[in-house]
DNA sequence: CAATCTAGTTGGTGGCGCAAACAATATAGT
DNA sequence: ACTATATTGTTTGCGCCACCAACTAGATTG
């Protein structure tokens, strides 16, 4: 699989297993992933947004944070953030502002224009999977949203991390 | 969601719901996607390949396709798989050959190494999808492959394909 | 205050993707 | 058969994205 639509495993030329065509789970994980991909790709470029842009954007609607945080977040060497930045904020996207604590760091802050097209470009991509959803009955939807979240959870706590913080209130 | 695990939907302040916290379909399926997208990015890396080098190499696993037709499963523009299939070649991964029905085309073919190199890199994502869904029963493990091909093959009908085309035999 | 550390930028390199222009070959039309 | 058109693949030029190494300005520590 990895890319194409490899029918599983087990090669035994004996009886061709009648219609009971499935993916493996780890096949039908990895084709799933892409086809989710390539739908958030396509919904950003139709903004002229890449990948690396939409995720920028995304994280600057919940906080205001210094280029190193961002580079943190992000996964991205330093550099590679300036040069984001730049073109996020030669569109008008972003905008950088100074810092009252550390005179070195740098605020970046999504400009109103920012925040409308991270949010123009979300809702398209929401519908998108909504729509990839449909072809599933409602209880079929949540049997699905019950496993995908033991999946998560559980690859959470391996790391350390509450998928749930803000579960009990302080 | 989009880029970072905001916890679903319902803005309602009333009685904090007891520990039945779980995502939305929505935010389940783009959290995974990008959680196996970065895992196969992250073995691919291991062998100094890019996603796109690794789904050329695992394109030609099953083909030995022309420049054109790789262009047309990749997504990408012609000029774009001259310079993929360049760089694979420099580092002997693939061989381009002559087409004896067209002059004009260019094979394009997996070398010994190329075969070795995908078949590790995909044995390794193999078993990290494997070891995410490690935390599922095996019961549970069917369902989710159940729903997932459910999806797959109503996402490829509406485009016209067969998600099993090999299924009936001619 | 000097040594050191940190935040961010700059400059260089390479992969990746597109579009436009091109040579070689195929295919159609007449 | 001969010309017009279409297709295959490459080249060139552009921009984005990512890295590293080197640098400046400002903070921190001795």
């Known amino acids: ?3 194409s639509a490899s029918p599983a495993s087990s090669p035994d030329p ?3 297993p009648p219609p009971a065509r499935e993916l493996s789970p780890v096949d039908g994980l990895a084709q799933l992933s892409f086809l989710v991909h390539g739908l958030l790709e396509r919904r950003a470029a139709e903004h002229e ?3 690396t842009q939409t995720r920028l954007l995304a994280i600057l609607r919940d906080r205001t944070p210094t280029m190193n945080e961002l580079a943190r977040v992000l996964g991205l060497d330093k550099s590679s953030v300036t040069g984001l930045v730049d073109r996020a904020e030669r ?3 972003v905008a950088r502002g100074p810092s009252a604590a ?3 760091a740098v605020l970046v802050a999504l400009t109103d224009a920012g925040r409308a097209l991270v949010a123009a470009a979300a809702a398209r991509f929401e519908e998108d999977v909504a729509a990839l959803l449909d072809p599933l009955p409602a209880s079929e939807r949540d049997e699905l949203a019950r496993l995908l979240t033991r999946l998560l959870v559980a690859r959470a706590a ?5 998928l749930f913080p803000s579960s009990g209130r302080p």
Request: aromatic letters at 0%.
């Open 91 to 93: 569109r008008g996207l």
């Open 158 to 162: 391996e790391q350390g991390l509450d």
């Open 102 to 104: 550390d005179r070195r």
């Open 1 to 3: 699989m990895v890319a």
């Open 14 to 16: 004996r009886e061709p």
């Open 49 to 51: 947004l890449s990948i």
